[in-house]
């Protein structure tokens, strides 16, 4: 149950192309679910989150749909470029209290010129 | 602010010896947490303090695992005796509320080589 399931492993997709990753979860007392960016060599960092109040939400060429009947969420990266080759990670967690951040298994992702 | 800053970068050990993983959170963040990356199993959470405190240490794999955070500004993972199998990259992460509903930041992580 404190499992998210992450898919595609890895991607290839072409400069200017839409990227898309796709996330499951199991526990229904998840609320907050980010998505996490990681370059060679660093930690990840936080790149886009959203709570369950909502289906959509977009952060410029980063969109998140969420779709809380189904336990599914994902990120969609318009406009795809080189730049964004990385490791994206799906999360999940409760908001309250003292809850886990479960991590998804991670894509790579590149983005050919 | 520098961030989280984790030392030392890379660690190569031989198997048996001690290991000792530093980390410095983010000034005035509460809640800190400890995880493992390898290509098998991801990123996976050690152990997580909030207000210096352990609070949850269910992801320590064994007892060769330890950790402390003796004040706000300092924590450490220790491992003793180490293992070939412990060879991973260890995060440190903080963050500035309960729980983790809010944004982790990440250090660059250490890079432990086991042999």
């Known amino acids: 149950q404190q499992q998210v399931k992450q898919s595609p492993q890895s991607l290839i997709v072409q400069k200017g192309g839409i990227s898309i990753i796709n996330c499951a979860y199991e526990?229904?007392?998840?609320?907050?679910f980010p998505w996490y960016q990681q370059f060679p060599g660093k930690g990840p960092a936080l790149l886009i989150a959203?709570?369950?109040?909502?289906s959509e939400k977009k952060e410029g060429r980063f969109t998140i749909s969420f779709n809380k009947s189904a336990k599914q969420f994902s990120l969609h990266i318009m406009d795809s470029q080189p730049g964004d080759s990385a490791t994206y990670f799906c999360?999940?967690?409760?908001?309250?209290?003292?809850?886990?951040?479960?991590f998804g298994t991670g894509t790579r992702l590149l983005v050919s010129p | 602010d520098a961030g989280v800053i984790q030392s030392p970068r890379h660690e190569v050990t031989e198997m048996g010896q001690e290991v000792t993983l530093r980390c410095k959170p983010i000034?005035?963040?509460?809640?800190l947490f400890w995880y493992r990356q390898t290509m098998m199993r991801g990123l996976e959470l050690l152990i997580y303090?909030?207000?210096?405190?352990?609070?949850?240490d269910s992801g320590m794999p064994e007892d060769r695992f330890s950790a402390k955070m003796p004040n706000a500004s300092f924590s450490t993972l220790k491992i003793q005796p180490s293992e070939p199998r412990d060879s991973a990259v260890y995060f440190c992460?903080?963050?500035?509320?309960?729980?983790?509903?809010?944004?982790?930041?990440f250090g660059q992580g250490t890079r432990l080589t086991v042999v």
């Open positions: 992460a903080s963050s500035s509320r309960h729980g983790m509903g809010t944004e982790a930041f």
């Open positions: 526990n229904t007392a998840f609320d907050y």
């Open positions: 959203i709570r369950p109040d909502v």
């Open positions: 999360a999940a967690s409760g908001n309250t209290g003292f809850q886990k951040l479960v």
């Open positions: 000034s005035g963040h509460n809640s």
């Open positions: 303090f909030n207000n210096n405190v352990p609070i949850d």
